[in-house]
């Protein structure tokens, strides 16, 4: 497979023939617009400015000033980022990309940039939505980017405590593949799952499989250790610990501000063999997110509990409903769960909802053992766990796997589609709803000069609140979309923040959410984040305008 250098995921696996026919259709179904295609530039074709800074001969077996390695190292993989690389409009681009074999490679690659001033990117896997790849590092002499892939093995396995350590480089599908053999996963799958690595996930404090309970990596770390230019910080293995402030949550969502995450102990679960799902059909949006509440609050601890209204239902599930689709699955390793989806499915009745034909309670057909085959290791993460749902739920899950494609294909042809999530307590929900609502209706009137479509859907319930994710699709002006979207998005933001909602549940903070960020985030905690990245990275080298105003 290659990798896309200006988009999501693999070339191979773009839309095209009959699957982009049809998107385009509905494309031209629901909003005018001219849908011509733009095809992206090629590498050779941007010009990328001459590197300003060599390696010293120690490193320089590690680095690559090649334009396309530098190129695919400029962006992250958010809309604007996309239509940006279709543009060719590459204004910020790593000077050189490293690649450390091991942690004395990432120590002396920071002790080099330090001295010399040189800002450093860590780069995960570079799916980053909110800006937080992308060299933006005025101020500096150069700017490196450090990508561990090379760095991916599980070192260590603990099948009496089940845990693993584990290097931070490892992308989900390798990870999945070295502990399957002991019948073993993480069972940590975000939508970038195949894309993304561990490191990146432990930076950003990702979201994953789960709807409910483990919902964050931050609940699956046993301890970690960080390289930063003041040395490296290994905490102890522990299963929980009162010793003051936790060491590691200094780290978890620092966005590579502080240090570079380089390995982990990560706690496991067995493989599940019992699985079953429901997707249920409600006539009235406030009833669906009613019962989806009362699940929430059950103790019954859904994998996957993600509730989709009328037009997210329409349109990435295939199913019409006037009020919503909610989507259920459980799953276990030791006991079967179809009890549990009944009680599910009894709440929802109470509230009105309707399951699906043959998605009573009863477990799904071939529930014993692995997923389906070609899945790449595992099903994608914000659809959740459980197979054979029902079909709506099955068009829902593969829907969700090829949205990020969706996505590319339709910035190509110039429509804006794009999402942003937040999380509320329930009881400011319909008030954040609605003004999320309006103020996306508005901005994209106002950008656009037509209605477009906004969408919602819970990723990730709890007991005292939702995880609203919402979609935004509009016609685009080819040249313009960027300007159009980020009015769109500082509309959205700003009613989020003022309704008392996150300016991110698990998209991270980044470049692109600063400004929210720093009206959320409490000033005393913010004076100490600042005394932290002092005192961790003296030159002010790490990822600098992430979370902290650049120095």
């Known amino acids: 497979m290659t990798r896309s250098w200006w988009g999501w995921g693999n070339v191979e696996d773009a839309v095209r023939g009959a699957e982009l026919r049809a998107l385009l259709a509905r494309v031209r179904a629901l909003m005018p617009g001219d849908l011509t295609d733009h095809e992206p530039p090629a590498v050779a074709s941007l010009g990328l400015p001459a590197p300003r800074v060599s390696a010293p001969a120690s490193l320089a077996g590690l680095c690559s000033a090649e334009p396309a390695d530098r190129a695919a190292h400029a962006h992250g993989k958010a809309f604007r980022d996309v239509v940006r690389n279709l543009h060719g409009e590459l204004r910020h681009v790593p000077d050189l990309v490293a690649r450390p074999r091991d942690e004395r490679d990432v120590t002396d690659l920071l002790d080099w940039c330090s001295r010399e ?10 799916t980053s939505v909110v800006g937080g790849v992308e060299p933006r590092c005025e101020g500096h002499p150069a700017v490196v980017t450090v990508d561990l892939e090379r760095m991916d093995r599980v070192l260590e396995i603990d099948r009496t405590s089940r845990a693993a350590r584990i290097q931070a480089g490892v992308f989900g599908p390798h990870l999945e593949d070295q502990l399957r053999p002991q019948g073993l996963t993480l069972r940590h799958f975000p939508q970038s799952f195949e894309f993304s690595t561990l490191g990146g996930w432990l930076a950003t404090r990702a979201g994953g499989h789960y709807a409910t309970l483990h919902t964050h990596i931050d609940d699956l770390v046993e301890s970690m250790r960080v390289v930063t230019p003041s040395g490296v910080s290994a905490s102890r293995r522990l299963p929980g610990s009162g010793a003051g402030p936790s060491p590691d949550r200094l780290f978890l969502g620092s966005e590579g501000t502080l240090g570079i995450i380089t390995e982990a102990w990560m706690r496991l679960q067995e493989r599940p063999h019992w699985r079953a799902g429901a997707a249920v059909r409600f006539g009235d949006h406030a009833a669906a997110v009613a019962a989806t509440r009362a699940i929430a609050q059950s103790g019954l601890h859904p994998a996957n509990c993600r509730l989709l209204d009328a037009a997210e239902s329409l349109i990435n599930a295939g199913v019409g409903v006037d009020g919503g689709l909610l989507v259920l699955a459980f799953e276990s390793a030791d006991h079967p769960v179809h009890h549990s989806l009944e009680r599910a499915v009894e709440l929802c009745r109470d509230h009105g909802g309707e399951p699906s034909a043959g998605t009573r309670g009863e477990p799904s057909a071939g529930t014993r053992g692995e997923p389906s085959a070609g899945t790449r290791g595992e099903p994608g993460g914000d659809s959740g766990g459980g197979t054979g749902a029902g079909s709506a739920a099955d068009t829902w899950r593969s829907s969700f796997l090829r949205m990020p494609y969706q996505r590319d294909a339709l910035a190509r042809h110039s429509v804006i589609a794009e999402t942003f999530e937040t999380a509320c307590t329930w009881d400011t929900f319909p008030v954040l709803h609605r003004a999320v609502t309006e ?22 319930v709890y007991p005292d609140g939702p995880a609203p994710y919402f979609g935004v699709y509009a016609p685009g002006r080819w040249g313009d979309m960027v300007a159009q979207w980020d009015h769109i998005k500082a509309a959205v933001s700003e009613a989020i923040e003022t309704t008392g909602g996150t300016i991110t549940h698990h998209h991270a903070v980044g470049r692109d959410h600063r ?13 100490a984040l600042s005394a932290a990245k002092t005192a961790l990275d003296p030159a002010g080298v790490l990822n600098p305008g992430v979370l902290l105003p650049a120095r």
Do not use: K, M
Not at 117 to 126: H, K, L
Not at 445 to 456: I, M
């Open 117 to 126: 001033g040189i800002a450093v990117v860590p780069f995960g896997g570079g």
């Open 439 to 460: 103020a996306a209706g508005q901005a994209v009137r106002e950008a656009t000069g037509t209605e477009g479509l906004v969408t919602c859907r819970f990723t990730h």
């Open 515 to 527: 400004p929210w960020y720093d009206r959320q985030r409490p000033e005393p905690f913010a004076a």
